[in-house]
């Protein structure tokens, strides 16, 4: 019988993306979700935050357009009181161009009636900059092709 910790939507769902199950990934969002993501910005469109579960899939659904994801491994997980949080080792492969963005990610998720309700995705600050810069290099480089 799988534990407390395995039965988590907030771990599922990271299984879920793992697996490459969008559709099962998706199961575990609520309606009215809050996405958060601290590289917000218009330039990497799908790194921006959403509001509601149509938001968080057309983004997501960009990323994934754009995006092979080769790894998506959760290296640290803690469960606390009113929220979980872990640590993602995910490695993507940009589809137009081949090239690798190997990235540590960190979550954090609020679950409620068996769905998560806020998900924050926070990158180190010494990432983003050069991811900005790797994105830029890869839309410009599919866009020559």
């Known amino acids: 019988m799988p534990s407390a910790e395995e039965r988590s ?3 599922r769902a990271h299984h879920a993306w793992e697996a490459g199950d969008f559709e099962l990934f998706m199961s575990f969002i609520a309606e009215d979700i809050l996405y958060t993501v601290n590289v917000d910005g218009l330039q990497v469109p799908y790194a921006m ?3 509601g579960k149509e938001d ?3 983004r997501l659904q ?3 357009d754009t995006f092979t994801v080769t790894r998506f491994t959760i ?3 803690v469960h606390e009181a009113e ?6 080792h995910g490695v993507y492969r940009h589809k137009g161009t081949g ?3 190997d990235i540590k990610v960190r979550f954090r998720g609020w679950v409620e009636g068996g769905l998560l309700v806020r998900l924050g995705e926070t990158h ?3 990432y983003i900059e050069a991811f900005e810069r790797f994105v830029f290099f890869m839309q410009n480089a599919a866009e020559s092709r």
């Open 9 to 11: 939507p907030f771990v």
């Open 49 to 51: 935050s959403a509001v």
């Open 56 to 58: 968080v899939r057309g």
């Open 62 to 64: 960009l990323l994934l």
């Open 75 to 77: 290296e640290r997980l």
């Open 83 to 88: 929220s979980s949080r872990s640590t993602v």
């Open 99 to 101: 090239e690798i963005l």
């Open 124 to 126: 180190d600050a010494k």
